[in-house]
């Protein structure tokens, strides 16, 4: 593994799980960010189907496609999410469909 990407990983990795959250609902709501980012970063509760695997956590494993709440059903349940005329409905749809991306990024990255 690079050694730089070693480095890199965690900072893109809870940034993107803890701080991009705030950035989206700034871009997205401005007026509300704080409390609508709140939101967002809520929507990481998703790791929470981590419990039902075993081991809980492996870090060189890729979430995506394994877990329950991190699947393409679940995705297609997000984004079916998004329509629902509720600012906190579409908060966290957008966390969680973020949350994904975030996670599929890691996956790329344990690749190197
Ligand atoms: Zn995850």
Known sequence: MDGRIETLQPILHYGGHWLVPFAIAWVIWRRDW?????????????????VLATPMFDPDRCSIGFHLLHGWEAALAFTVMMFIPRWWARAFAIGALWHLVVDY????????
Do not use: Y
């Not at 704080?34 to 189907?49: C, K, M, P, Q, W």
């Open 34 to 50: 704080l409390r609508n980012g709140a939101v967002i970063a809520a929507a990481n509760a998703i790791d929470f189907d981590h």
């Open 105 to 112: 990024g890691d996956c790329s990255m344990q690749v190197w």
